[in-house]
């Protein structure tokens, strides 16, 4: 801020280290029982044979993520026994002493330093257009502070408690690997990503297209369809050795022991139901409502019968498959359509016209997206999925920095029901609102001198999230139906969010199809 | 990005930073009998609440002033009311007389940090706003890096939201006084300051130069014409607010006696506790207290304290400017702090205020001072386990304050103002006194990160259990006496030109 010369790199260390003594801060709050998910695992993989990493279920959160993730547990739980050796017995179920608080939240800080690492490297594949001498009108630096200071990373990890930043991490680095054309380190980092943490399959698709079309075709033609005679066998073979080697890594010892469809059962519980215990703001969430309002007015207009309806309960529990009443209910098949229809679109979109590895981020965050809306039993913090990525969009282009506003905004609103208890209510709201102001102004300020970034009605619906805001975490708590009903707020918010979330879904694909008329014109 | 995105921005930050540290432990969590500041302010709640005006500085059946009596001046003692009115509503046990000693509950430090929280939204952080813009130099994104790095300061943050206590109420009001100084309205300015006086005694650091700055005001204006008008126009004001305060104790002499030898301690003695002042340090080497007896260790220490304070009054008397108001205030808040009678450490804050009203024009020597008062009171913030939180802050501050105000490039003689210096020391030999201060500071620093790893890391001596709380304070004690050196000097220096100030910006 002190406005060091334009060039130097000198404030992204601050930035970085500040952010990291920020996140600190909250060692002490509150954190859910994903922090006693993380201490069992530690606990298995210290203390168990590879054998029974898999089958361990002493405690309800058993291990269900890939084995790399496993081996990174493993490798913390060395350090985690200079804290406190207690933590890393499996039977000791729900230990919280204080060196095990301050181990596990220092783990996530200091694993996020990948995070600043990839930061790092997307800041430096930016493209300034004018390279402004102010500091705080460099896209590089808002970008940083965009991604260093995402409000969902650190509600996530450092109150809520998960390891999402350092995932994300290989996720950007793989990404600012691709933009800078070193196609075959993005490919390693992005297999190492899906077997620590599968969900990222949800962008799989984008990456398997871009990199089958545009690097293992060489050549174009003159109209930017495929040259099919440019086809590099060379290169797929680079590609699969490595995506087969960091399989083979993770999952082989596995299936040596003939454990792989243990893992995989661990890995894909489709026994969940279509909706997590909050709903997440997707198309689900909307279909859930409509049921309910449909069965609703059906009782009111005498159409229906109560007692003829089956018990739907779809916020009831965390682990249980629900039922409609009157609209069809989902399979996790019909899901996986959806999802795929969904992403088709932009898949094809950059297969018949590569636009480079913005095309594809674009294609990303539009996979990201589509199975955030369509999936099945999606948690509401997969959003950061888009979010993060579609920061990097938002600061070289006008149009989805006005996008990245309408879903970083909702998207991060939806997080709030994560922290419910009332010490941490003020942490959500500054943080929210640091945030928020500060992507609203500094992307404004960085594209000002062409009107507002948002359109009006945009500008009321997201004016509307402050109403539901206070409806929900202050007005409501204090009204009686807090006893009776105390999942409203919870819907209300997630219904009004997922409505921000489908429409800059569909911006998004607006944008990409323009961008097609566009070039067929030309 | 436009100056109020920004400053909103800072403020949040500095908000959440305060709230983050309020998530940690306070001072005597779950220590029966005592507890600690925490319990001492709940039970001011509860003795307000339930015991009329006449009982709250006595002794009574109802009062015992050995638990925790209440020995801050009335302001206090309302706010405790208010205080206590919201928790009746909220939860009765909260405030109940007698059975609710030692009452601790999530909720309730919910409550309590709430409160703090309050009173520093509506009182402490809008004067560093209008400090910051209005009365600090430079262009407006130089104003929010002193104003960051102002509310940043981790010394207030760890006491009040950490032990828990309310200094940024009185710090905050005498901020205000300063504003209001420093914009002209010399009335509302001692209004001001008057009231934080009747918050916390402990203000009478400050209460020197405000009288000196105001009469030399005065006397400069003529004593005879507008000036006499100023002086009586002040007069007044003071005279008024301290009456309106005192209103339910003056009815009888012996209530307002009552209060005043219960705001004025003198039998408890020279000094408590591990302190970074003068006197704890000599004890080191003479025991004080056996060889003085009580009564001469009072005049010694008013004798030492009137001595040290009297420099700096006498320069601002002549010299009433607003720059020179400033130094004097740390000059004299210095002075109170290593001389005085019954000082506690966090007393250091009274001094650290004003420091930061300088953290825009001495950037390197504010910063050192400040981090130095800090580390001072690492032991209690030890006893308080808020050591991750110490450490958290301490860190950030420094590094932001480094690096906003390139405190380390800007450290060139003329910058650190040690023209006096060369005047007091012209027979040594020409010295690159700019490179031996920012080796000292780099020194200095380490050993403060070392003397924390060690009091956390080892052991004491068998012998000398307070081998590492000693060897703080006194080290602390050396850096404030230092400072105040300095601060004297640069107060008898020429003060700093329009020009040359331009030209650092």
């Not at chain 1, 994903?34 to 168990?48: G, K, P």
């Not at chain 2, 008062?373 to 480094?402: C, H």
């Not at chain 2, 040690?418 to 012209?426: D, H, I, N, P, T």
Request: overall charge positive; charged content about 15%; some cysteine.
């Amino acid at each position: 801020m002190a406005a060091p010369v334009a060039d130097s790199w000198s404030w992204f260390p601050v930035l970085a280290f500040a952010v990291s003594l920020f996140k600190c801060l909250f060692i002490n709050a509150y954190h859910s029982t994903d922090f006693e998910v993380h201490r069992n695992w530690l606990a298995i993989t210290h203390s168990l044979p590879l054998s029974r990493w898999y089958y361990e279920n002493s405690s309800e959160w058993t291990l269900d993520y890939p084995p790399l993730f496993a081996w990174f547990e493993f490798g913390l739980s060395h350090v985690a026994r200079r804290f406190d050796p207690d933590m890393l017995d499996v039977q000791r179920l729900q230990h919280r002493s204080p060196p095990t608080v301050l181990f596990q939240r220092l783990s996530v800080v200091c694993s996020d330093l990948l995070l600043v690492f990839a930061t790092r490297e997307c800041c430096r594949c930016v493209r300034e257009q004018k390279p402004s001498r102010d500091l705080l009108k460099r896209p590089s630096f808002i970008l940083a502070v965009l991604l260093l200071w995402n409000f969902g990373l650190l509600v996530v990890d450092h109150v809520h408690f998960q390891y999402n930043g350092f995932l994300f991490g290989v996720l950007l680095l793989s990404v600012a690997k691709h933009l800078q054309s070193r196609h075959l380190q993005g490919a390693l980092l992005f297999a190492v990503l899906l077997n620590l943490k599968h969900i990222y399959l949800y962008v799989a698709p984008a990456y398997g297209i871009y990199l089958l079309r545009s690097f293992c075709f060489t050549q174009d033609n003159t109209d930017s369809s495929v040259r099919w005679s440019s086809f590099s066998p060379a290169r797929l073979a680079a590609l699969g050795v490595i995506v087969t080697s960091v399989c083979v890594v993770s999952f082989g010892p596995f299936v040596l022991l003939g454990q792989l469809p243990q893992v995989l059962s661990r890995l894909f519980p489709f026994k969940r139901g279509l909706c997590h215990a909050y709903w997440a703001p997707n198309a689900w969430a909307l279909y859930n409502v409509l049921d309910k309002t449909l069965v609703t007015l059906g009782v009111r207009l005498k159409l229906l019968q109560e007692a003829e309806l089956p018990k739907a309960s779809m916020t009831g529990g965390l682990v249980q498959e629900s039922q409609h009443a009157l609209l069809p209910s989902i399979s996790p098949s019909v899901t996986l359509v959806c999802t795929l229809l969904s992403v088709l679109p932009a898949a094809l979109s950059i297969w018949l016209r590569p636009r480079g590895a913005r095309g594809f981020l674009r294609c990303l965050v539009l996979c990201a997206l589509g199975s955030f809306l369509f999936g099945w039993h999606v948690h509401e913090k997969a959003v950061l999925m888009a979010v993060l990525p579609l920061s990097i969009l938002a600061v070289e282009s006008r149009e989805d920095a006005g996008i990245f506003l309408v879903l970083a905004t909702t998207g991060h609103y939806s997080l709030f029901p994560l922290l419910f208890t009332p010490a941490e209510l003020p942490i959500k709201i500054l943080l929210m609102l640091m945030f928020t102001l500060y992507s609203f102004t500094a992307l404004t300020s960085l594209f000002s001198g062409h009107g507002s970034l948002l359109h009006p009605l945009e500008v009321v619906y997201l004016l509307g999230l402050v109403v539901v805001a206070i409806a929900c975490e202050i007005v409501y708590p204090l009204t009686p139906w807090q006893q009776t009903l105390p999942f409203l707020p919870l819907l209300a918010t997630s219904v009004y969010c997922a409505l921000g979330v489908c429409y800059s879904f569909v911006r998004l694909y607006v944008i990409l199809l323009r961008q097609e008329v566009k070039s067929k014109q030309l | 990005m436009e100056t109020w995105s920004l400053v909103s921005i800072c403020v949040l930050l500095c908000v959440t930073v305060r709230w983050g540290v309020s998530l940690n432990s306070y001072s005597g969590a779950g220590k029966p009998p005592m507890f600690g500041d925490y319990e001492a302010q709940r039970h001011w709640q509860e003795v307000t609440y339930n015991l009329p005006v006449q009982e709250w500085y006595f002794n009574t059946t109802d009062n015992d002033l050995n638990y925790w009596g209440l020995d801050y001046p009335p302001l206090t003692a309302y706010h405790s009311l208010l205080c206590a009115h919201i928790a009746k509503l909220i939860n009765p046990e909260w405030v109940e007389l007698h059975k609710s000693r030692g009452y601790e509950s999530s909720a309730h430090k919910l409550f309590m940090r709430a409160t703090v929280l309050v009173a520093d939204l509506l009182i402490y952080i809008p004067a560093a706003v209008l400090y910051c813009f209005y009365l600090s130099d430079g262009s407006s994104k130089k104003k929010v890096c002193t104003l960051l790095c102002f509310l940043l300061y981790p010394g207030l943050i760890l006491i009040d939201y950490g032990h828990f206590q309310y200094n940024g109420v009185s710090l905050g009001l005498a901020l205000w006084g300063v504003l209001a100084l420093g914009l002209g309205w010399d009335a509302l300015g001692s209004m001001a300051f008057s009231l934080a006086l009747n918050y916390k005694q402990m203000e009478l650091y400050h209460a020197l130069p405000f009288f000196c700055y105001l009469l030399g005001k005065s006397v400069k204006q003529g004593l005879m014409g507008r000036g006499l008008f100023l002086l009586v126009k002040i007069a007044v004001t003071v005279v008024v607010t301290f009456a309106l305060c005192w209103l339910p104790f003056l009815s009888d002499p012996s209530q307002a006696l009552q209060v005043v030898r219960r705001i004025f301690p003198v039998a408890r003695g020279l000094f408590e506790d591990k302190v970074a002042n003068t006197w704890c340090s000599l004890n080191v080497l003479i025991k004080i207290r056996s060889v003085l007896s009580a009564d001469s260790q009072l005049y010694l220490s008013f004798a030492c304290t009137l001595l040290a304070v009297l420099p700096s009054s006498i320069r601002l008397l002549t010299k009433p400017t607003f720059w020179q108001f400033k130094l004097a205030l740390v000059n004299s808040s210095l002075a109170f702090f290593l001389f005085s009678y019954q000082v506690h450490e966090k007393s250091i804050l009274l001094a650290s205020l004003p420091v930061c009203l300088l953290l825009n024009d001495l950037p390197l020597m504010a910063i050192w001072f400040l981090q130095a008062s800090t580390f001072s009171m690492m032991p209690l913030f030890l006893k308080d386990g808020l050591l991750v939180p110490y450490v958290v802050t301490s860190l950030a501050f420094l590094l932001l304050s480094t690096y906003l105000f390139s405190a380390l490039e800007h450290s060139s003689e003329d910058e650190l103002r040690l023209g006096g210096y060369r005047k007091l020391f012209f027979c040594l030999p020409s010295l690159d006194l700019a490179c031996i201060v920012r080796w000292k500071f780099y020194i200095s620093i380490v050993a403060m990160a070392a003397l924390t790893f060690t009091t956390v890391a080892m052991a004491p001596p068998p012998r000398l259990p307070d081998f590492f709380p000693v060897l703080v304070s006194v080290f602390a004690f050396l850096h404030f006496l230092g400072t105040l050196i300095y601060f004297n000097i640069v107060q008898f220096s020429s003060p700093p030109s329009r020009k040359s100030q331009k030209k650092n910006n």
